[in-house]
């Protein structure tokens, strides 16, 4: 087992790299089968979520070749139709991409249902409400999602509630079905225009990515290509935020200001100055940080992947903020955490409500999903004395390097390797 192990109560100077975008890879990668062909694939982000999607790539007889450290190549011509089993799906959440992609190639998917970060339920009854409008039909016997189509044809399809994932899955599934399919209520995220770009590029006819409404014309086959994916949004919005809470100067590079963009107006407005290049921006914060209020929203508002480390921020601001969560059910349970550290924040369903204090407190912690785990660091990074993070494989899943990469911002941190303790059960 690993730890983080944090000094806090240092400012950030320097520059940091952002790596490519978690939640695009996660379904570009599986929409490489799409091709049927060899499909480079450059940008990839070196964590544990990229490695599962590509390890079960791999078990479907794939053949996955790493060009270098962040680029790929796939292989899809020989991969042979197989169901995919809750082994592989159980730590993975966007493994549900596969429905999508296979339906789309096979016209047939058998994937078992996903697990992957907590936030109360998470449905997916607008993917399959999707999947039977194109023509499939969708049962899930025994855990797993089973869905067959004699043929899928182009439908109009309203998206009663903004999904990433429907969006998503629904593109996958139509590129190859006949005729138009329409998604209205469309989510906007970056990563729904990048994959879009990127069925574009394998030959796919996909409009209107990052607008309410997209159109997907069928085409009948789909061919090889080389794609790089879009820089991270919600990593660059993480060193963001830290260099924010814990003050100083820092160059975030590699990065898509626009994509920034709701992230930046609430850290100026809590205190920081920002500064937008080409592909970078810079954060600046030498005074005092104040209240201010959030709330998240689907793109282009605020992320809810920011949210808990926005609450950080605001832990350590002058004055009351209320930070309201509208995407999950049940995004707070890390605020428990940030209490043992000695923050004043009272949770009411939706809404947490955020007395700043002037310093957290340095404890044991531990990541309750990945953008808590990143939070928590933050947390660590602006606290007094020693934070240590535990479960931290929630952390790996979704940021490359992020020792070395607050490291060289000049942050104390460690990735420390610490024996498994043997429970003993009492026999009373
Ligand atoms: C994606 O999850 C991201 N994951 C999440 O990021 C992110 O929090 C979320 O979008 C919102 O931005 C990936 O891209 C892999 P949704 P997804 O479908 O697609 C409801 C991270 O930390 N809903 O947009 O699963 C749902 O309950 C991860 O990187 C339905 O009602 O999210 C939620 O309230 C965590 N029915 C809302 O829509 C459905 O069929 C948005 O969910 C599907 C979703």
């Keep these: 087992m690993e730890n983080f192990v944090i000094e806090g109560g240092r400012e950030l ?6 790596s490519g975008a978690k939640n695009a890879a996660v379904a570009i990668i599986p929409a490489a089968i799409l091709a049927n062909d060899v499909v480079r694939i450059e940008n990839i982000p070196q964590i544990s979520d990229v490695q599962l999607i590509i390890e079960i790539l791999d078990r479907m007889g794939a053949k996955v070749k790493l ?3 962040d680029t790929i190549e796939i292989d899809s011509s020989n991969i042979s139709y197989q169901s995919v089993p809750y082994e592989l799906t159980s730590h993975f959440r966007a493994s549900y ?7 789309g190639r096979y016209k047939k998917a058998e994937v078992a249902m996903p697990g992957g970060c907590n936030f109360g339920v998470r449905p997916i009854d607008l993917h399959v409400k999707g999947f039977k409008m194109l023509g499939a039909e969708v ?3 025994d855990g797993m999602v089973v869905a067959n189509a004699d043929k899928l044809v182009g439908a109009s399809i309203y998206m009663d509630n903004v999904s990433v994932g429907a969006t998503i899955n629904v593109m996958l599934a139509a590129v190859l079905a006949r005729g138009l399919t329409i998604i209205e209520n469309a989510a906007k995220e970056p990563h729904i225009v990048d994959l879009a770009n990127f069925l574009n590029s394998m030959g796919a006819d996909v409009r209107g990515a990052g607008t309410d409404v997209i159109k997907i014309r069928g085409v009948e086959k789909m061919h090889g290509c080389t794609y790089s994916i879009i820089p991270d949004q919600i990593e660059a919005g993480t060193y963001m935020v830290a260099a924010a809470a814990c003050g100083g100067d820092v160059l ?5 200001p626009k994509h920034l963009e709701s992230i930046s107006a609430k850290l100026i407005e809590s205190g920081a100055e920002i500064i937008e290049y080409d592909d970078a921006v810079r954060v600046t914060r030498f005074k005092p940080l104040n209240k ?3 709330k998240t929203m689907p793109h282009p508002g605020f992320p809810t992947d920011m949210q808990p480390q926005m609450c950080v921020l605001l832990s350590v601001a002058d004055g009351t903020s209320i ?7 049940n995004r707070f349970q890390y605020v428990g955490q940030l209490l043992r550290m000695g923050a004043n924040i009272q949770v009411d369903g939706s809404v947490a409500v955020i007395e700043g204090i002037p310093r957290l407190t340095g404890c044991e912690v531990s ?9 928590l660091i933050i947390a660590g990074l602006v606290a007094d004395g020693t934070t240590t993070v535990e479960n931290i494989q929630y952390i790996d899943r979704g940021y490359e390097d992020v020792v070395a990469k607050f490291s060289t911002l000049g942050a104390n941190i460690k990735r420390v390797e610490v024996p498994e303790l043997s429970v003993v059960q009492s026999a009373g």
Excluded at 98 to 103: E, F, Q, T
């Design 139 to 141: 049962d899930t016997i």
């Design 323 to 329: 930070l309201s969560e509208s995407v999950w059910d």
């Design 97 to 103: 991409y596969l429905i999508g992609a296979m339906l």
């Design 367 to 375: 990541a309750t999903d990945l953008r808590a785990g990143a939070a």
């Design 252 to 256: 975030i590079k590699n990065v898509i």
């Design 292 to 294: 201010c209020n959030v």
């Design 13 to 18: 100077f320097g520059e940091v790299n952002i």
């Design 67 to 69: 060009i270098k450290r």
